[in-house]
């Protein structure tokens, strides 16, 4: 009995979308296929299958449809990624210009996957990439061409195992259809490309500080922060942040966020826009959260309690970081 090969695409969108705007992109989607997962805020991904009977279209077509119907009807630009799996499909996204759309056949996978730097698999972060480079280990290939056992010695068993499934292109994960899952997203568009280290940490800073805010004021808390950093070309960088407990505390909201900021290593990047979103949101009221004796951080949410009554009472600009002062 032979496997049925997968078709599986990820759409990257190029522009910052709202709530309403991003659902009208899952309808639209799902019009050309019911087997959609959202990947918010910019993102989604399909299985083509039933989609390459009812069009009697290559998968590479079928992706262009759903490309140009959106651009048609919505204005909005895409690059996509065409491959045997999710995880495929998502970093042939990635390697995309926008308008563009690269095609990774399973025949070819390996050879497509082989050379590319460590660092663009799903999961690679630097402290990981900085233990396989003082071993030698710059590309996915040479990572699949090691030892599981190595690589268990150098990483752990579970990091160790996961990393060698990604490095020979595997990943069993289906599409699963579902509503984009509950967040929070906060944007800022600038009114020109900016080069300046000091504003982009203003912006990411600002947006951090307003998630918190509307955290507070529904009476949610966030598990995990992510921040997408426009450039000039309209490509973008993501990276996402896991943290330690479920918090609507803006300083912590704003380490986390200005912790990703700094781990780009923008320096003098010509960026167009930021987001910061906050999900795996939760009921602050069945939240838990860690005791602390540090008195400065009992004293610091009694002053965060005070700022939000004064900006009910007063407006939105009544309270505000210093850093943000003008």
Not at 68 to 97: E, F, H, T
Not at 215 to 224: I, K
Not at 282 to 288: E, K
Request: with cysteine; hydrophobic share 45%.
């Amino acid at each position: 009995m032979t496997t049925r090969q997968r078709h599986i695409a990820h759409l990257h969108l190029h522009d910052a979308l709202t709530e309403t705007q991003y659902a009208d992109v899952i309808e639209l989607v799902s019009s050309i296929t019911p087997h959609v997962q959202a990947v918010p805020p910019d993102a989604v991904q399909l299985d083509l299958a039933s989609a390459l009977r009812y069009f009697d279209m290559s998968p590479y077509d079928v992706v262009q449809l759903a490309k140009i119907r959106m651009k048609a009807l919505y204005g909005i630009d895409s690059s996509a990624g065409l491959a045997g799996n999710r995880m495929l499909a998502a970093m042939a996204a990635d390697a995309s210009a926008p308008g563009r759309t690269t095609w990774v056949p399973a025949e070819r996978a390996a050879e497509w996957l082989y050379p590319r730097p460590v660092t663009a698999l799903p999961g690679i972060g630097r402290a990981t990439a900085s233990t396989l480079s003082r071993y030698g280990l710059h590309t996915v290939g040479q990572v699949a061409d090691v030892p599981p056992a190595t690589l268990q010695r150098l990483l752990g068993a579970g990091q160790a195992r996961l990393l060698a499934e990604r490095a020979r292109g595997h990943d069993p994960r289906p599409v699963v259809p579902m509503e984009p899952a509950a967040y929070l997203v906060d944007d800022l568009v600038l009114d020109r490309d900016c080069l300046d280290p000091a504003r982009h940490h203003r912006s990411v800073l600002g947006l951090a500080d307003r998630i918190g805010r509307r955290l507070r004021g529904e009476g949610q808390v966030a598990g995990r922060i992510t921040l997408t950093v426009r450039y000039a070309d309209r490509s973008s960088t993501t990276r996402m942040h896991k943290l330690p407990e479920p918090t609507n505390h803006s300083p912590a909201l704003v380490a986390a966020a200005l912790g990703l900021l700094t781990a780009l290593g923008l320096q003098r990047a010509r960026v167009r826009a930021f987001a910061v979103r906050a999900d795996d949101l939760l009921p602050a009221g069945g939240a838990y959260r860690q005791l602390s004796l540090d008195r400065g951080d009992a004293r610091a949410r009694a002053v965060e309690a005070a700022a939000d009554r004064a900006r009910r009472r007063f407006g939105a600009g009544a309270v505000r970081p210093a850093a943000l002062a003008d």
